[in-house]
């Protein structure tokens, strides 16, 4: 796993936030955002698109699988589950195919359907198997 929490360390530095205010921003718990700091645990979706717009940076950026700190404008995202079909259509990769090479069997894609948050590993994981951004797959470039 990517060291998620010293890219958010270094965003709240680098903006003058502390944890204290980014978690009343967030309105997440203060330890989470404490264990996001401490690479302790993994991003939500919901949690990395707040975190995004919240810093005004690409998804990549905190996933760190890009080092470009644009500005990134937020931008409201299609549901995931909407999002990664229609971008496995693109690629040309079938429901099938996907479940047949990856981990990611129905019980993924019938959660997904009904609005459960993917992890950012889970993501980062996708976005590689399709050969795209983290930010493409979500909808948000």
């Known amino acids: 796993m990517a060291n998620y929490g010293e890219r958010l360390n270094d965003l709240l530095f680098e ?10 921003d967030l309105s ?14 993994d991003f939500f979706l919901s949690n990395l698109i707040a975190l995004a717009d ?3 940076c690409s998804a990549d950026l905190i996933l760190c699988r890009s080092e470009d700190y644009s500005d990134y404008p937020p931008k409201q995202c299609p549901p995931f589950s909407q999002r990664l079909r229609a971008v496995m ?7 099938y195919k996907l479940r ?5 069997d129905g019980k993924y894609f019938n959660n997904w359907d009904k609005g459960a948050d993917p ?3 889970t993501l980062i994981e996708l976005a590689a198997i399709l050969d795209c951004s983290v930010d493409y797959l979500l909808g948000r470039e």
């Open 15 to 24: 903006r003058k936030i502390s944890p204290e205010k980014l978690s009343e």
């Open 28 to 41: 997440v718990s203060l330890s989470t955002v404490y264990r996001w700091k401490n690479n302790e645990a």
């Open 54 to 56: 919240y810093f005004r």
């Open 89 to 95: 259509r693109e690629k040309g990769m079938s429901t």
């Open 100 to 104: 047949k090479n990856t981990r990611y």
């Open 119 to 121: 992890l950012a590993s």
